[in-house]
């Protein structure tokens, strides 16, 4: 079998390769990634040697590009690629409909084009939009999205609700809860709380601090994106969540606990415009129909992914020097200059790379 992962430098993207690598032995991954500023070759070093391993550096926003890699013969399609974070949607939020809207139509019709047999399309909760403080969202929850990333994931989603119907296409949607875990980007709540005390810097709490989020491991997330790929039912949404519903406040004490760092690093700030109150998920269905269970419990997990960014101090301060760009063009040898051009329109993009046998 064959799958094309898209966006699997990221965060999510990364962790669910390694998984499928370690756990499908018939399994072949060609990872397509732009490598925006939130992609990270170096998230991948420990498998890059890997027989069934290939990288092809390129764009879902470049249909052209798209026909290429897809003519290569695909069974499954896993989307991960996406501008991720509300923060930056709020002063970019063009590049957001580009990449998630625009970008998994490409791919939709990509894989259509080729007879991909299953696509599955990696959401969020937030097309949920906000939660009062009762209640969870199931997979019939209305779609609310709030602010312009949930906006486009919900676009994307449509989209895809639309090539099931009219084309038949066997796409699957899940829709999970806030990740946590390590090789996050360090613009997120955990990994930036973690890594600012780890400096001895302020950890920026937006409002109150009583906003809601329910946390789940990137290790369940991915577990369970692999069981909706393979036994999901086309056309269907499958909530997943953690059931660990924090107020930020308390995410973040606990970070700072872990790391022995004093309550005086908090710093009330000013709201995000559009913040959504709480997020919780009812994943019942999952559970039922995928056999899923997430199996990390956040005391566990939070303690774990604290560790890991304080053992790995050198992979933070790494992303913000850009050193981690060196190392890609090391290895792959295409400046990421080249990459910015690509994805203001222009460009080629570069063609799959196979391990040598
Ligand atoms: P991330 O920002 O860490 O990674 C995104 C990846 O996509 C990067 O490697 C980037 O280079 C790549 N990418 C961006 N634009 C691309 C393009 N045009 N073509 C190809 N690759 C491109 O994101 P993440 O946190 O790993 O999230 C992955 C997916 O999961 C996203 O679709 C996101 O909406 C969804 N999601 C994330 C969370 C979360 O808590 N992080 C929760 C629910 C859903
Ligand atoms: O719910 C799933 C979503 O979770 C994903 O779809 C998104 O890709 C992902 O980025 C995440 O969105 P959030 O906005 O919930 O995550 P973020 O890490 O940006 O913020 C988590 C909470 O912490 C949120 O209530 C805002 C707050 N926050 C965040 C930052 C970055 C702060 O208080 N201070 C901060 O500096």
Redesign the pocket.
């Known amino acids: 079998m064959k799958i094309l992962v898209?966006?699997g430098?990221?965060?999510?993207?990364s962790h669910f390769i390694r998984l499928v690598l370690r756990s499908r032995r018939d399994v072949r991954v060609t990872n397509?990634?732009?490598?925006?500023y939130?992609?990270n070759p170096e998230n991948l070093r420990d498998v890059e040697k890997e027989r069934r391993y290939a990288f092809v550096h390129g764009?879902?926003?470049d249909p052209d590009f798209l026909e290429r890699t897809a003519g290569e013969g695909f069974d499954a399609v896993v989307n991960?690629?996406?501008?991720?974070h509300v923060d930056r949607s709020l002063q970019g939020p063009v590049e957001f409909v580009r990449?998630n809207v625009q970008?998994t139509l490409h791919l939709l019709e990509a894989a259509k084009r080729h007879g991909v047999k299953r696509f599955l399309q990696?959401?969020?909760d937030e097309v949920y939009g906000s939660l009062p403080p009762e209640g969870a969202f199931t997979e019939t929850t209305p779609l609310h999205p709030n602010n312009p990333y949930a906006s486009t994931?919900a676009g994307a989603d449509l989209m895809v609700r639309a090539y099931v119907h009219t084309f038949g296409l066997e796409a699957v949607i899940t829709r999970?809860s806030?990740?946590y875990g390590p090789q996050q980007?360090p613009e997120?709540f955990i990994p930036l709380f973690v890594t600012n005390a780890l400096e001895g810097r302020g950890c920026p709490l937006y409002g109150d601090g009583m906003h809601v989020r329910d946390w789940l491991h990137v290790e369940d997330n991915c577990r369970g994106i692999l069981a909706a790929l393979e036994k999901g039912k086309p056309g269907e949404v499958y909530n997943l969540g953690g059931g660990n519903e924090r107020p930020n406040l308390e995410t973040a004490r606990a970070i700072l606990e872990i790391l022995d760092r004093p309550e005086s690093l908090l710093q009330f700030v000013k709201d995000r415009p559009g913040h959504d109150r709480r997020y919780a998920i009812d994943c019942t269905k999952a559970r039922r129909d995928l056999g899923w269970t997430p199996e990390v419990p956040f005391d566990r997990g939070l303690r774990e992914t604290v560790e890991w960014y304080r053992a790995h101090g050198d992979w933070a301060a790494r992303i913000r020097s850009g050193e981690f760009r060196k190392y890609y063009e090391k290895q792959y040898g295409t400046p990421f200059a080249k990459l910015s051009k690509q994805r203001a329109g222009g460009g080629e993009s570069t063609p799959i790379r196979r391990k040598k046998k």
């Open positions: 898209t966006g430098c990221g965060f999510i993207g397509l990634d732009a490598l925006t939130a992609g764009s879902i926003v991960f690629a996406a501008e991720s990449t970008g990696v959401s969020t994931k999970s806030n990740n980007y997120k």
